[in-house]
């Protein structure tokens, strides 16, 4: 597990390689976004504490099991003091609910943790504000940094080899695209998130990407016509 700082406020914690976590400093400790895979949790606690204070809240991008992995272990080792927030729709499918017709795509792994809040978009989450981001997931959320417009666009975007959306598979990291629900949705949604004008773009996969609206739209542009 690689922890790096991103800005004054916010690290990026990447395991395998393969999936990010964000850790983004408040007055009272870290909001955590995401939790990557199983098996994180001692590794997600101990940056937080080497980055100088204690994870106090936990908010999730979405409900795929690479993203929620290590959710029910922290939450054990956290206590019921940690507050947990998810898109409301994905609350409801790790409930059993029927939200889409047919099996939602991508990997949802059982959770024990039914979180505390049912995010609709528009709250606020300390410095973050959450912007309902439907496509990847029903219920998928990306946060704003209104400090310093870092955006969290969890699986939104992605910027292995180059920023890209989630809805084709002519790029390198095609895991995204196969648990996409909606392909046209997504492409809505990062319209929105690039409308944000945002100064960092930070994705569930791949690197920070700054003054990344360049970047941005001609993802759109590529992914739009598919």
């Known amino acids: 597990m ?5 800005t004054e406020n916010l690290f990026q914690i990447n395991r395998l390689h393969f999936v990010n976590a964000y850790l983004v400093r408040e007055p ?3 909001t955590l976004v995401d939790t990557t895979i199983g098996g994180s949790a001692d590794g997600l606690i ?3 504490r080497v980055a100088g204070g204690e994870i106090r809240r936990i908010a999730l991008t979405h409900g795929h099991s690479d993203h929620v992995g290590s959710l029910d272990s922290l939450c054990k080792q956290l206590g019921d003091e940690v507050e947990v927030l998810m898109g409301e729709p994905d609350v409801r499918i790790h409930a059993g609910e029927s939200v889409v017709e047919g099996k939602p795509k991508g990997s949802w792994a059982k959770l024990e943790t039914t979180p505390d809040t049912r995010l609709q978009g528009g709250e606020r ?6 912007v309902p981001s439907p496509g990847h997931t029903p219920g998928h959320m990306a946060f704003l940094d209104t400090r310093d417009r870092v955006l969290l666009a969890g699986d939104t975007f992605t910027t292995y080899w180059r920023t890209e959306i989630p809805n084709h598979f002519t790029q390198r990291f095609p ?4 648990g996409t629900q909606d392909r046209q949705q997504v492409v809505e949604s990062a319209r929105a998130l690039r409308a944000l004008e945002a100064e960092v773009l930070l994705c569930g996969h791949g690197p920070a990407v700054r003054s990344p609206v360049e ?5 759109i542009a590529r992914a739009g016509g598919r």
């Open 215 to 219: 970047a941005m739209d001609a993802a």
């Open 28 to 30: 009272d400790g870290f």
């Open 175 to 178: 895991l995204a695209t196969m």
């Open 2 to 6: 690689r922890t790096t700082q991103i």
């Open 125 to 130: 989450i300390g410095s973050l504000e959450v």
């Open 46 to 48: 101990e940056a937080a």
